[in-house]
């Protein structure tokens, strides 16, 4: 699989890598190892995860798959945003609830959500601090069994919470050390404009939403890294095709590619991510091994390309056609 270099981590990683927001969520421990497995197998050598992810037990799980792959993977995680507490209540419930999660993965977010209010109310903001940060990242490595996080970012962080001083001296000290690799912010793609703008210190790392409903993104001195190409943007423009099967044949004409076939739309959405973020890393999740490995030959297929470009053009001028048809301006 293509490779390349993870920013200022001074390490090289796969292009493609696997997002663990599923792990130990919907899937329990063996489901969520063999998925980390099946990513390995498929050749992906990125794995991206947070303390927040599988109710908190996500990074424990990477950890244990790590183990057997010591140096030869990379790793993202995050602070910020902190595991919920959980009673042994709450934990026993989790593991009644998982086949049911399953089947409905809205419950998922009810779940969490019960097992928050039980908790007690959290603060509406994470403090982005020294203190709080040390203390995550100590949980991080311990949970993850290794000495050094690769890239270490400050989960959905906004400008305005980036007010103590001594959060970016630490950051400073342990990239120094060898304890992290590199480190920035993975947040929300509305919220990074402002955040290069008055953070840039905090920002040698980005990490964010982008799609092939979105602009193309100017060059900057930010390694950058990219998940939800797929997800409810797929949904969303699959929904589309689906409405209007005129579209659908058009645009299938013009890719030269069955665009009402959701495997093919899906690949060259993908692809579309990897083609219009050469120097970034493109995250993906998933709960089934045969879509790991689709996206894998997806991502190598060379041939691919051009049609990934077309659709990104069409998806494009479509935004700008309501635009215009919206507000009467022409972007």
């Known amino acids: 699989m293509q490779t390349i270099s993870l920013g200022p981590s001074g390490r090289t990683t796969t292009r493609l890598g696997f997002g663990c927001s599923s792990v130990m969520g919907v899937m329990n421990r063996r489901d969520s190892l063999r998925m980390l497995d099946a990513a390995w197998d498929a050749g992906i050598r990125h794995y991206d995860v947070a303390p927040s992810y599988g109710f908190g037990e996500a990074e424990g799980c990477l950890g244990e798959f790590l183990r057997r792959h010591a140096g030869e993977a990379t790793v993202t995680t995050k602070f910020g945003i902190p595991p919920a507490e959980a009673s042994s209540f709450w934990s026993a419930a989790r593991q009644l609830a998982r086949p049911m999660i399953k089947a409905m993965p809205g419950l998922k977010a009810k779940l969490k959500g019960a097992a928050s209010a039980a908790g007690g109310a959290k603060p509406a903001r994470p403090a982005f601090d020294a203190a709080s940060a040390k203390a995550s990242l100590d949980r991080s490595l311990a949970a993850l069994k290794v000495e050094r996080l690769d890239v270490?970012?400050?989960?959905?962080?906004?400008?305005?919470?980036?007010?103590?001083?001594?959060?970016?001296?630490?950051?400073?000290?342990q990239q120094a050390t060898g304890k992290i690799g590199a480190f920035g912010v993975g947040s929300e793609a509305g919220k990074i404009p402002p955040l290069e703008h008055v953070r840039p210190e905090y920002c040698p790392v980005l990490q964010y939403d982008w799609s092939v409903l979105d602009p193309l993104i100017s060059p900057t001195e930010s390694f950058r890294m990219h998940h939800r190409s797929l997800t409810e943007n797929f949904t969303a423009l699959r929904e589309a095709?689906?409405?209007?099967?005129?579209?659908?044949?058009?645009?299938?004409?013009?890719?030269?590619?069955?665009?009402?076939?959701?495997?093919?739309?899906?690949?060259?959405?993908?692809?579309?991510?990897?083609?219009?973020?050469?120097?970034?890393?493109?995250?993906?999740?998933?709960?089934?091994?045969?879509?790991?490995?689709?996206?894998?030959?997806?991502?190598?297929?060379?041939?691919?390309?051009?049609?990934?470009?077309?659709?990104?053009?069409?998806?494009?001028?479509?935004?700008?056609?309501?635009t215009v048809a919206e507000t009467g301006v022409v972007t």
Not at 287 to 309: C, G, I, P, Q, Y
Request: hydrophobic share 45%.
């Open 241 to 322: 095709l689906a409405d209007d099967p005129a579209r659908t044949r058009r645009w299938s004409d013009h890719c030269d590619a069955d665009l009402g076939n959701a495997k093919v739309l899906a690949g060259l959405m993908l692809k579309a991510s990897l083609v219009c973020n050469p120097e970034s890393v493109i995250l993906f999740s998933s709960k089934h091994s045969k879509h790991v490995f689709n996206n894998v030959a997806v991502a190598e297929d060379v041939t691919a390309e051009a049609r990934a470009l077309r659709l990104y053009a069409l998806t494009r001028s479509e935004v700008a056609d309501q």
């Open 152 to 173: 270490f970012l400050l989960h959905e962080a906004e400008a305005g919470d980036l007010t103590h001083q001594d959060l970016h001296l630490f950051l400073e000290v």
